[in-house]
């Protein structure tokens, strides 16, 4: 190697080495030191409604700045509480998403005002099985009224009995299974999430009719305006026959109405006729014109 080439070499290797020694510093001087808190996070997947134990979660630190509100910072806080809904392994495990101690099971998810009631399994065939814990529902109610006589609706109605309700369970499964499907077959009842009114019209339209789920967009809160839905609606249904009374009133209508008369003409006074006879031959006649007398006068 030629001595320029080496000493080009030299000086390259110290001015690079130099700069990379004064970014390091630089960055090193720079960048604030962040401050770090430990909190709970799961150390595998909690599934909804599991009880959580020493064995599910772990401690792990984390940027103070970045700490979630409801964030717990001790085991023991979390230990033997259930979750509400699933917690994903490393993910903070929060206030919100734990039921308060002791309370386990399916009643650990009922706010307080709110009921749990459970339903016969033919509401799953509306959605064909793909009603899941969590989704939202509208409840439908079928009832048939035999179509007899003055039968407005034909047979049957149905109407929207309940909206935007939440499932919590299928049959006793709190948890989506991982293929988000349920075999319908296999089901024998669903639970929901209601107000005590909702519940005593789901128990009296289940007793009374055939109840049925309607799927909602989970981002779809709002209440629709629905109308009840009738077999005459349908066009399955003849018009109810008309009714005789019907019939009688609608002829009296359009009989043709006599003419109302005038005042009658008052009739003509009354005549007398007097005749004077003397000795078997008539002398003469009197004319008499009787005026009828007026109610007001008197004798």
Do not use: C
Request: charged share 20%.
């Amino acid at each position: 190697m030629r001595p320029q080439s080496a000493l080009a070499l030299i000086l390259a290797l110290v001015f690079g080495g130099s700069a990379a020694m004064g970014v390091r510093r630089y960055v090193g001087r720079s960048a604030p030191k962040v401050a770090l808190v430990k909190i709970v996070v799961a150390a595998v997947a909690i599934p909804r409604g599991s009880l959580v134990t020493p064995e599910l979660i772990k401690m792990r630190d984390y940027p103070s700045d970045l700490v979630p509100r409801e964030a717990i910072f001790k085991p023991e806080d979390v230990v033997d509480r259930s979750a509400f809904a699933t917690i994903v392994a490393d993910e903070p495990v929060l206030e919100s998403k734990l039921s308060t101690r002791g309370n386990r099971g399916m009643a650990a998810y009922i706010a307080k005002g709110m009921r749990a009631i459970t339903i016969n399994t033919n509401v799953s065939a509306g959605v064909a099985g793909f009603i899941l814990p969590g989704n939202k529902v509208d409840v439908l109610l079928t009832v048939n009224s035999g179509g007899g006589p003055g039968d407005l609706t034909g047979g049957g109605a149905t109407t929207t009995l309940l909206q935007n309700v939440e499932i919590l369970a299928v049959d006793q499964r709190i948890e989506a299974p991982t293929d988000n499907k349920v075999n319908s077959s296999e089901l024998r009842s669903v639970t929901l999430l209601v107000t005590p009114d909702q519940a005593a019209k789901l128990d009296l339209g289940q007793n009374k009719g055939t109840l049925h789920l309607s799927l909602r967009n989970p981002n779809d809160n709002a209440l629709a305006n629905t109308q009840l839905a009738t077999m005459r609606d349908l066009r399955l249904s003849p018009k109810p026959p008309a009714s005789p009374w019907k019939d009688f009133l609608n002829a009296l209508a359009q009989a043709p109405r006599p003419k109302p008369e005038g005042p009658k003409a008052a009739p003509p006074p009354a005549k007398m006729v007097i005749r004077t006879i003397r000795g078997g031959s008539a002398e003469g006649t009197v004319e008499f014109t009787m005026v009828p007398r007026s109610p007001n006068e008197g004798g």
